[in-house]
């Protein structure tokens, strides 16, 4: 059974081997084909949300605050403040006479009785068509508090998810340049774009330590105002979610002079050129060294039990659907790490250079896919068969609904799947699912015919 697309989705979907490479992206969604993608406050909130003392406060209905309310599974080392969800609540009568007083109102309460180290205002849809001036507002409470209070300018009814990151790029490269930079060392990082799931950048600065480099600031897993202020003393940006934060490390690129390299934590492979790159990057022989000696303790601990798990999942199929494509390449790498053949892969925000790096490294057959929706999603997954579907929150209901697998890789879970530790527990999450006994009572609907099942 192979997939009928809507007209106007046709040029978004590729099958490699069948004719030359050409995909369309980087467009609005299809108007009623609902899009996996999330709108532009969406967007900027996952990106600014893990900075962990800062005040997060959303100028809009009652439904965006909840709809984001702890939205990533981002742990803090110490201030939880960025877990408590404000919001102003605007009702009809804010709609009609404005809501900059319930507002100004607001961040007044809010900063007396938390006493965050910045505040995030960020304007949604209703926003945008009722006209508050957040500068304005912002502008007057900085002034009265003495803590900077930074508009994040993402209202926009479109699925554009990637207009909301470059609008928490711009509310932060507020801050930067702010901070005093004495004392950082000449081998000093910032890490943007990993978000501290299930503690992942605390695994990742450790590496990093252990090779002999300094963090200056995480953006923005467990961040801190005071970090993110003196980010651009920092000799390199280390770019993980490009999607997210490329367009701060190209900001800081031009104005500081700071460069910038993209890297992916997930994989053996992935992380372990992660670290070299930035080992290179500095010149200093002890700094490869060690890094050489991080990398082969670490593979040495993992290697035999994943050998144990890829002897079971040689052979099984896999599909992946992300919200960046950079995380796509590295699940392609780890899959094939453990025997999985990757059948279909696509993403929710990427360019046509990401989509020809995956059509590069995947096998013939496979499905690439932009800004899909749930139905061509389900077919994907009954035309090929597959034995787990990675994805989040959105696309688990499609996995169980047809009784395959799942294995979330977005920014609500629990288990971490960075650095090396991470590659052991993702096949061992995939292994769980993969194999579990109970598909032995739901039958697996991939076959395209509508099989229920019988009791």
Same mark, same amino acid.
């Given at each position: ?93 804010? $709609? ?7 507002? %100004? ?108 480099? %300094? ?62 790159? $930035? ?108 034995? $787990?579907?990675?994805?989040? $929150? ?20 629990? %288990? ?40």
């Amino acid at each position: 059974m192979e997939t009928t697309a809507l007209k106007e989705r046709e040029t978004q979907i590729y099958r490699k081997g069948e004719s030359t490479f050409e995909i369309t992206c980087n467009k609005d969604s299809l108007a009623g084909a609902v899009s996996q993608r999330a709108c532009v406050f969406c967007g900027s909130r996952v990106v600014l949300y893990p900075i962990a003392d800062a005040l997060h406060l959303v100028h809009g209905p009652i439904g965006c605050a909840v709809y984001t309310w702890d939205i990533r599974g981002a742990l803090s080392s110490g201030p939880e403040l960025h877990r408590l969800s404000f919001s102003t609540d605007l009702q009809e009568r804010d $709609v009609i006479f404005g809501g900059e007083k319930k507002l %100004e109102s607001a961040l007044h309460e809010l900063i007396d009785r938390h006493s965050p180290k910045a505040a995030f205002v960020y304007s949604t849809c209703i926003v945008g068509i009722i006209g508050d001036d957040l500068e304005a507002v912002c502008r007057r409470v900085t002034e009265e508090k003495g803590i900077p209070v930074i508009p994040v300018q993402s209202e926009g009814f479109k699925g554009n998810k990637r207009s909301g990151y470059k609008a928490a790029c711009n509310a932060m490269f507020r801050l930067i340049g702010t901070g005093d930079t004495s004392g950082i060392s000449k081998y000093s990082i910032n890490i943007l774009g990993d978000f501290n799931l299930a503690g992942e950048i605390w695994m990742v600065r450790e590496y990093f330590r252990r090779m002999g480099i %300094e963090v200056v600031a995480n953006i923005t897993g467990d961040g801190r105002i005071g970090d993110i202020c003196r980010a651009h003393g920092a000799a390199l940006n280390v770019v993980q979610c490009s999607g997210a934060t490329m367009d701060l490390a190209n900001m800081m690129e031009e104005k500081y002079g700071t460069p910038s390299m993209r890297v992916s934590y997930f994989g053996i492979e992935d992380m372990s050129e992660a670290l070299y790159d $930035v080992a290179r990057f500095f010149k200093d022989p002890d700094i490869m060294e060690r890094t050489r000696l991080l990398i082969q303790e670490e593979v040495q601990k993992i290697y035999p039990e994943l050998q144990k798990y890829k002897k079971a999942l040689t052979g099984k199929k896999a599909a992946i659907y992300v919200g960046g494509s950079f995380k796509a390449f590295s699940l392609v790498k780890a899959f094939r790490l453990i025997g999985m053949d990757v059948v279909m892969v696509g993403s929710q925000t990427g360019t046509t250079e990401d989509y020809q790096e995956l059509e590069a490294i995947t096998d013939p057959g496979t499905i690439i896919v932009d800004d899909s929706n749930p139905l061509e999603l389900t077919s994907f997954l009954k035309e090929k068969e597959v034995d $787990v579907f990675v994805g989040g $929150v959105k696309e688990r209901p499609i996995a169980y609904k047809l009784g395959v697998g799942f294995c979330d890789h977005n920014h609500e879970r629990k %288990e971490a799947l960075a650095g090396f530790t991470g590659m052991l527990n993702f096949a061992r999450e995939v292994y769980s699912s993969v194999m579990s006994p109970v598909w032995k009572f739901v039958p697996r609907n991939t076959k395209g015919n509508d099989q229920t099942f019988k009791r």
